[in-house]
């Protein structure tokens, strides 16, 4: 069983920066898609940056790019969002996920392709 473990969230301003964790354990093989959403109320889950855990290709939505980098630590089994120049719009419930599906800097998944979830970490960016 997969267990993701978030933390990192805060309340930060405009401008300001803030680096995500997410532990992940459990894992039986070793290409997962790893990715982290968000999501406010109201709204639809939305897919932020995502990993290929066995190539280490990644993929971001349009409104984080050249801002936020995903990346891996495959000794520590964590995954990581560091997030800058943060936006009020960027305020959201993060969430870490992984998936027995492949993604690419072409392909993104949906939610529906991610089997396993963190319980979520709140980012607040003010104006």
């Known amino acids: 069983q997969v267990q993701l473990v978030e933390s990192g969230g805060g309340s930060v301003q405009a401008g300001g920066s803030l680096r995500l964790s997410c532990a992940a354990s459990?894992?039986?093989?070793?290409?997962?898609?790893m990715g982290w959403f968000r999501q406010v109320p109201g709204k639809e889950r939305e897919g932020v940056a995502a990993?290929?855990?066995?190539?280490?290709?990644?993929t971001y939505a349009d409104s984080v790019k050249g801002r936020f980098t995903i990346s891996q630590d495959n000794a520590k089994n964590t995954l990581y969002l560091q997030m800058n120049s943060l936006k009020p719009e960027d305020t959201a419930m993060y969430y870490c996920?992984?998936?027995?599906?492949?993604?690419?800097?072409?392909?993104?998944?949906?939610?529906?392709?991610?089997?396993?979830w963190g319980q979520g970490t709140q980012v607040t960016v003010s104006s």
């Open positions: 459990g894992y039986t093989t070793s290409n997962y898609c």
């Open positions: 996920a992984a998936g027995h599906t492949y993604c690419s800097s072409n392909y993104f998944p949906g939610s529906w392709a991610f089997a396993y």
């Open positions: 990993i290929y855990t066995g190539g280490g290709s990644t």
